[in-house]
């Protein structure tokens, strides 16, 4: 099945308009159309903008519409994005100067995001947030322990 917003409404490019004049040509040597039809017809595939206008050229001829490989076939959504756990372990490791305790949740929360999933947005986040946790604490059992 065909998407809506896909085919007739793509732009045609120049290699498109020639492989329709060069049908156009062989529909012509094989008796398909008469000589004005080709005039009008071969004007209308030089100057088609779109698949449709390539399409009314070559109406009633053997004709395949232009491919655009690059194109998927389907709408993808875009994956899922997981942001949250790396940026909230460094916000908690800088709020870690305020006071110590949010530094312990700043690692644990950077260490989950880091160990959850590979394809994650926030992984500089994490290992930033894993580290600022590990200063603080690392200061906060220092003034702690003298």
Same mark, same amino acid.
């Given at each position: 099945?065909?998407?809506?917003? =896909?085919?007739?409404?793509? &732009?045609? %490019?120049? =290699?498109? $308009? ?5 049908? /156009?040509?062989? !529909? ?9 039809? &080709? !005039?009008?017809?071969?004007?209308l595939?030089?100057? !088609?903008?779109?698949?449709?206008? &390539?399409? $009314?050229?070559?109406? *009633? /001829?053997p004709?395949?519409?232009? !491919?655009?490989?690059? +194109?998927?076939? @389907? @709408?993808?959504?875009?994956? $899922? $994005?997981?942001? %949250?756990m790396?940026?909230?372990?460094? #916000?908690? *490791?800088?709020l *870690?100067? +305020?006071? %110590?305790?949010?530094? #312990?949740?700043?690692? #644990?929360?950077? #260490?989950?995001? /880091?160990?959850? *999933? ?12 894993i ?11 220092? @003034? &702690? /322990?003298?």
């Amino acid at each position: 099945m065909e998407p809506q917003w =896909a085919g007739r409404h793509f &732009l045609v %490019g120049d =290699a498109d $308009r020639e492989r329709a004049v060069e049908g /156009l040509k062989e !529909s012509f040597q094989a008796g398909r159309i008469t000589p004005e039809e &080709l !005039s009008d017809r071969m004007g209308l595939a030089l100057s !088609s903008r779109t698949a449709a206008d &390539l399409d $009314r050229a070559m109406a *009633g /001829l053997p004709w395949t519409r232009p !491919s655009h490989p690059n +194109l998927p076939s @389907y @709408y993808q959504p875009p994956g $899922r $994005r997981q942001r %949250g756990m790396g940026i909230a372990a460094f #916000v908690l *490791g800088i709020l *870690g100067f +305020l006071c %110590g305790i949010t530094a #312990v949740p700043a690692i #644990v929360l950077g #260490v989950t995001a /880091l160990a959850t *999933g590979t394809e994650r947005d926030d992984k500089g986040f994490a290992v930033a947030g894993i580290a600022v946790g590990v200063v603080w604490v690392a200061l906060f059992g220092w @003034y &702690l /322990l003298s």
